[in-house]
Antibody, heavy 122, light 106 residues
């Protein structure tokens, strides 16, 4: 069955960096676009970034553009989110999620991980 | 970015009620709209995509409608397991954007 398992969250000081990982299993990872979505405590969902299935494109929310970088390593079935220059308002649970259709873009998200909490605080 | 506005933000309902949640896009998004359900401490669950297509395994009491800028999620015969927060999301254009959520409470 499809599984997405995030890791790498924790407490980090403002201005520092953190890298999140999302280990995928149960499907052909290289065939699916992969996303990061975050949720600040008690708040709604905020889409963060996408890496297309073939790695040809990536897009970011304005709030993280220039600070976060999404990448994927198909040999390890793993998605990453490199987060630099972290700010207090980046505090959130970060979910990885999969596009619902393979070999395409522009589809909703059908499988989600359980999330990993990032807390930015001094 | 396309702004998605849901209404209401929250409301109280009872088991057996018919519930309607609306979502409005700041520009036309064709039918590229999804609805998600989220329960406390859990990841969101895809309910509906393409504005009106039920995801596999989702009960038929859920339905969606709309196109362009105005969309609706309807839950017929609200069940106890349906008390949750619901989000719309457009996937017409990047950056993808969510509505602010609608909490359905007892």
């Amino acid at each position: 069955q499809v599984q997405l398992v995030e890791s790498g969250g924790g407490v980090v000081q403002p201005g520092r960096s953190l890298r999140l990982s999302c280990a995928a299993s149960g499907f052909t990872f290289r065939s699916y676009g992969m996303h990061w979505v975050r949720q600040a405590p008690g708040k709604g969902l905020e889409w963060v970034a996408v890496k297309w299935y073939d790695g040809s494109n990536e897009y970011y929310a304005d709030s993280v553009k220039g600070r976060f970088t999404i990448s994927r390593e198909s040999s390890k079935n793993t998605l990453y989110l490199q987060m630099n220059s972290l700010r207090a308002d980046d505090t959130a649970v970060y979910y990885c999620a999969r596009d619902s259709l393979p070999n395409s873009s522009g589809w909703p998200l059908d499988y989600w991980g359980q999330g990993t909490l990032v807390t930015v605080s001094s | 970015a396309i702004r998605m506005t849901q209404s209401p933000s929250s409301f109280s309902a009872s088991t057996g009620d018919r519930v309607t949640i609306t979502c409005r896009a700041s520009q036309g998004i064709s039918s590229d709209l999804a609805w998600y359900q989220q329960k406390p401490g859990k990841a969101p669950k895809l309910l509906i995509f393409a504005a009106s297509t039920l995801q596999n395994g989702v009960p038929s009491r859920f339905s969606g409608s709309g196109s362009g800028t105005d969309f609706t999620l309807t839950i017929n015969w609200l069940q106890s397991e349906d008390f949750a927060t619901y989000y719309c999301q457009q996937y017409y254009k990047y950056p993808r954007t969510f509505g602010q959520g609608t909490k359905v409470e007892v």
